[in-house]
């Protein structure tokens, strides 16, 4: 993988995301994870940042639609940049599925 996927944030967003979803044999626990996936925006981890972006960066519910634009385009780039970061992959098809920052495309 590339250098971002050593980045020191992957593992706070990593964590993050599981907490909030209750995957990987985490409890469900949102309050945790959003303070660990802010805790990687704050040291820098262009995921995190973009999906702060996405959700309106405190916000309840989505950012408006200049962000979620923004959002889906840092998305696109970081999963260019990867060449296949999960969860890059997985908020471009949520962006696709919903038509968020880009055309609604279901395929």
């Known amino acids: 993988m590339n250098e971002m996927m050593q980045h ?4 706070l967003f990593e964590e993050g995301m599981a907490y909030s979803t209750g995957s990987d ?4 626990d949102p309050e945790r994870g959003q303070l ?7 040291a820098g981890f262009p995921l995190a940042l973009a999906f702060c972006i996405y959700v309106g960066c405190g916000k309840n519910g ?12 840092q ?4 999963e260019n940049d990867t060449k296949g970061y999960h969860w890059a992959q997985f ?8 038509g968020y920052g880009v055309g609604e495309d279901k395929a």
């Open 8 to 11: 020191p944030g992957t593992w």
């Open 25 to 28: 044999f985490k409890k469900m």
């Open 36 to 42: 660990m996936i802010a805790s990687s925006a704050s």
């Open 62 to 73: 989505l950012a408006d639609g200049k962000n979620l634009k923004s959002a889906f385009e």
């Open 75 to 78: 998305f696109v780039k970081i």
């Open 91 to 98: 908020y471009m098809s949520v962006c696709y599925d919903h």
